[in-house]
């Protein structure tokens, strides 16, 4: 690369290289290789290889649970698009972050905010759907581990659902 690095494009290459080949590959000679920049670049952009770990995970909690919140605002049907979302996605970096998490108790730390935040936006969207609040803390609490497992299913058949089951469900879930 002929052009300065931005902080952002170590985060955005660090956020690549945490998904395809998980958390023991964050490492400042080997990313800077991979950019064909020396490491003096990184240090420029961040103190150690924490701060850049931090900075990471913020990025990861700012756009899989703040940018998602504000895309499905946006949203008529906000329940309907966000399980759409949670269950059409490629979700590569969210299984290295929980890998990762399992690993380290401050990853994992961080990793429970997010699970806590969305749980509670897919709380939010139930009860303005009707459902009573009572109710709306399991619901929401199972529809977030069915999108997290859902990756996990091997046989083909069953690891995607079409968009007509998903507003199917959406439905099920707003009763």
């Known amino acids: 690369m002929t052009d300065r690095l931005t902080k952002s494009d170590w985060v955005t290459h660090g956020l690549r290289t945490l998904a395809s080949d998980g958390a023991n590959a964050l490492k400042i000679g080997p990313m800077a290789a991979t950019l064909n ?22 990025s990861w909690q ?11 605002e946006a949203q008529l049907d906000r329940l309907k698009h966000l399980l759409t979302r949670a269950l059409t996605a490629k979700r590569n970096l969210e299984g290295a972050i929980r890998s990762w998490a399992a690993e380290d108790e401050n990853v994992a730390a961080i990793v429970a905010v997010v699970d ?60």
Not at 62 to 72: K, N, S
């Open 116 to 175: 806590a935040r969305r749980i509670a936006y897919i709380e939010k969207l139930l009860v303005a759907a009707g459902v009573e609040t009572k109710s709306a803390s399991p619901r929401a609490a199972f529809l977030y581990w069915a999108c997290l497992g859902q990756p996990l299913v091997m046989d083909p058949g069953h690891s995607s659902i079409s968009e007509i089951a998903i507003n199917d469900l959406g439905d099920l879930f707003e009763k």
């Open 62 to 72: 700012d756009h899989t649970v703040d940018q998602v919140i504000a895309e499905t």
């Open 37 to 58: 920049v020396s490491r003096g670049s990184f240090y420029w952009h961040f103190r150690d290889i924490a701060d850049f770990r931090t900075q990471l995970l913020q």
